[in-house]
């Protein structure tokens, strides 16, 4: 499975981005395609998941301003966010993750995400 990450830049607060993530390769066994982030000189965090089901999961700080969302047809993953703040500046990454693995086996490069105050 390949991850490739696209849609970073830079955005001034308050504004919006819309991060993508092409899938492609054996992608059929994988059940959770999540996003994460890096900050400088800090871990990487989780920021969302989804599940194939549909079901999604949101780290406190951004649950009410980013959306996470895939395109089954398109083998996309998407994640939307808004009200962008400085905070949220990072490298993100997307990954995927396969039924019954409990950390993510695949991952893409990360998209850089930068938020001007």
């Known amino acids: 499975v390949q991850l490739q990450a696209s849609g970073g830049g830079l955005v001034q607060a308050g504004g919006s981005l819309r991060l993508s993530c092409a899938a492609s390769g054996s992608i059929v066994s994988i059940n959770t395609m999540s996003w994460s982030r890096q900050a400088p000189g800090k871990q990487r965090e989780l920021v969302a998941s989804i599940v194939v089901g549909g079901s999604t999961y949101y780290v406190d700080s951004v649950k009410g301003r980013f959306t996470i969302s895939r395109d089954n047809a398109k083998n996309t993953l998407y994640l939307q966010m808004n009200s962008l703040k400085p905070e949220d500046t990072a490298v993100y990454y997307c990954?995927?993750?396969?039924?019954?693995?409990?950390?993510?086996?695949?991952w893409g490069q990360g998209t850089e995400v930068t938020v001007s105050s």
């Open positions: 990954s995927a993750r396969r039924l019954g693995s409990v950390t993510p086996n695949y």
